[in-house]
């Protein structure tokens, strides 16, 4: 499975915009990308994810690099609720994608 | 309604104990799961299964053995326990077979204490 790369944690201020980046150098040409966040004391939820094109839901946005080697995820107004630690994980149709890696990903500080 | 809940929420217990951890979900889902958060808050999958047949095993000792009587409960029974047992074990499922587009849905986690 190809390998991420994310900081370990980041600060924002409630309600302005955070960009979370993950850096995928040997992503396969089949590899979608996957943001899963724990919350303090629960288990992971899915956030977003894609292949190529950027993608947006009620949750976030998923920005994807042209040449796919990284990938920024947007929370466009921060709350409190989002301090969490932000996942972001290959998941390759090829190997029947069963298998979810999951790094140490970014925590995030939001400050009120 | 919950979609995917195990019980129970902690289990604290000795060494050398048996002790199972049940998982439910209704969703309507294929796939299951089961992850091993450790201390150092490392996610690790342990076992998968898709409609009641396993399909992953990362070599987990053989001392847990899980169980899928349909394909709404995978439980987890550990022979044996040991101090190392000590985490949070998460169940999660998937609408399908866990291909590259299938999403997982948790559990809220039951934190297993040896002592």
């Known amino acids: 499975d190809a390998k991420t790369t994310q900081p370990n944690s980041m600060e924002s201020n409630e309600e302005e915009p955070v960009h979370l980046p993950c850096n995928h150098s040997t992503i396969s040409g089949t590899d979608y990308i996957h943001w899963y966040r724990q919350l303090p004391s629960q288990g992971p939820e899915y956030v977003i994810h894609g292949l190529t094109s950027n993608v947006n839901n009620r949750m976030a946005s998923l920005a994807i690099a042209e040449d796919r080697k990284s990938s920024t995820l947007i929370l466009h107004r921060a709350t409190l609720r989002d301090a969490a630690v932000y996942y972001c994980?290959?998941?390759?149709?090829?190997?029947?994608?069963?298998?979810?890696?999951f790094g140490a990903g970014t925590r995030l500080f939001v400050k009120a | 309604d919950t979609a995917v809940s195990q019980t129970p929420k902690y289990l604290v217990t000795q060494m050398g104990n048996d002790k199972s951890i049940k998982c439910e979900q209704n969703l309507g889902h294929d796939t299951m799961y089961w992850y091993k958060q450790d201390s150092k808050k490392f996610l690790k999958i342990m076992f998968s299964y898709n409609n009641k047949e396993l399909i992953i095993n990362e070599t987990v000792p053989n001392r847990f053995s899980p169980k899928s009587p349909d394909k709404a409960h995978l439980n987890l029974h550990i022979n044996s326990l040991e101090l190392g047992d000590s985490a949070v074990y998460f169940c999660?499922?998937?609408?399908?077979?866990?291909?590259?587009?299938?999403?997982?849905?948790f559990g809220p986690g039951t934190r297993l204490t040896v002592l």
């Open positions: 999660a499922s998937s609408p399908a077979s866990g291909g590259s587009t299938d999403t997982q849905y």
């Open positions: 994980i290959l998941r390759d149709v090829g190997t029947g994608g069963f298998k979810t890696i």
